[in-house]
């Protein structure tokens, strides 16, 4: 299976990226130090890339299949192959995240600090140790810290030979201008429900039924779109979700409703906690020697403080997704409605929900609609603002009744 197999509907930027690959391969071959960009492969490689699209796209998927791409070793490459085999070593290792020079990076948490950056500039001012290129994933761009921005900007501007960043963030205006005016800017698309439905009876073994209505519903998300197909939890928290907009007829409902989507992220958050906080609570005690029962050796406090506050972060991350995940099926909801109000005869994202948007769309003009996602999206604002979520939903289902 190529690397590219689960880049869903971005055929133009396989396309870019595979000929990409392919001058950057030259460039290993012809032995030439100059960094990638300079030169004669300037109007197809460059070392430094931007990949941005909605949600679920598949940005990050693009990157590490870009990366895997730079540093295959497939013997018909000699004989004009496409890079991204996907079963070379080099291809197998990258995809695996063990990979010598292939860095990924990522945060749990809300951000990704300076010290992080300094460190991986430093590490991009090297030479592959023994692949054919030093690559460099920063995943969620859009989480670094200023500082930590303005570090990364030093790596991007005085490119090392034959290193790559791939950057990766939700749009272009997510990264400082001086960086992305650095980057080779990659903007994927949203997929087609067809191609998504089509991956899941491929890759995950879904029936076609099944599949087509996850499609719809996960509204060109990928990785949604699985977990509503495979996941009875994820379905229910879906219908639970789209329960608001027949709820919000009174104020108790509009109040009730917003505690219920509050109370939900946070047992999401917990529930990871459950899982993956004590863990590595015991493998740092573990990793420090520390006996049970006896005296924490010295430096262990000052490593289970910034543990906790690692994991304190991530709780938090996980609550603002839960809610965008459910702030996005309340838009796709709300368009739906707009689409019958309007006459639209096209496929709706909610089709499993045509009763409750039938009269939803009977019980107010368009007008109303609109107010409505316009609230939805004054929520998600309020929230990346770091308003309280319980405060910033109330507000939001108190205009869902209003609007």
């Known amino acids: 299976m190529a690397v590219w197999d689960d880049l869903v509907g971005q055929e133009r930027v396989v396309e870019q990226l595979t000929a990409a690959a392919r001058a950057a391969g030259a460039t290993v071959e012809a032995g030439r130090g100059a960094a990638p960009g300079q030169g004669g492969n300037a109007s197809l490689m460059t070392h430094a890339w931007l990949f941005t699209g909605p949600p679920g796209a598949g940005q990050v998927t693009a990157a590490r299949s870009f990366a895997a791409a730079l540093q295959c070793t497939s013997p018909d490459l000699a004989l ?13 290792t990258v995809l695996a995240g063990s990979h010598a020079d292939v860095k990924y990076v990522r945060t749990d948490g809300l951000s990704i600090g300076v010290g992080d950056m300094r460190d991986l500039v430093l590490r991009a001012s090297s030479y592959p140790t023994g692949g054919r290129w030093s690559v460099i994933l920063v995943d969620a761009a859009h989480r670094l810290t200023e500082a930590a921005a303005n570090a990364l900007l030093k790596g991007v501007e005085e490119p090392s030979p034959r290193t790559v960043w791939l950057l990766c963030a939700p749009s272009v205006q997510d990264v400082l201008p001086t960086i992305r005016s650095r980057c080779r800017l990659l903007v994927l698309r ?44 994820a379905r229910t928290r879906r219908a639970e979700v789209l329960r608001i907009p027949l709820e919000v007829a009174d104020l108790g409902g509009c109040l009730a409703a917003a505690q219920r989507l509050v109370d939900t992220a946070k047992a999401d958050a917990e529930a ?36 906790e506050k690692r994991q304190k972060s991530r709780a938090t991350r996980t609550r603002r997704e839960t809610l965008g995940v459910a702030l996005l099926d309340l838009l796709g909801f709300y368009r739906d409605v707009l689409a019958i109000q309007l006459g639209s005869t096209g496929a709706l994202a909610n089709e499993d929900q045509r009763p409750a948007l039938d009269r939803v769309a009977q019980a107010g003009p368009a007008e109303g609609t609109l107010r409505r996602i316009e609230a939805v999206l004054a929520c998600r604002v309020a929230l990346d603002r770091n308003v309280d979520p319980l405060l910033a939903v109330e507000a939001m289902t108190v205009a869902l009744r209003a609007g």
């Not at 991956?199 to 060109?220: C, E, N, S």
């Not at 740092?284 to 910034?306: D, H, W």
């Open 80 to 92: 004009g192959g496409t890079p991204g085999c996907g079963f070379c070593e080099g291809c197998h």
């Open 190 to 233: 949203t997929p087609a429900a067809e191609a998504v439905a089509d991956t899941l009876v491929r890759r995950d073994g879904v029936d076609p039924a099944t599949a087509r209505l996850a499609a719809l519903a996960g509204q060109g998300d990928i990785e949604r779109s699985r977990r509503l197909a495979v996941d009875e939890q």
């Open 272 to 307: 990871l906690a459950e899982t993956q906080d004590a863990k590595e609570t015991d493998d740092l005690k573990a990793a420090y020697g520390a006996a049970e029962g006896g005296k924490a050796p010295r430096g262990m406090a000052g490593a289970v403080k910034e543990l």
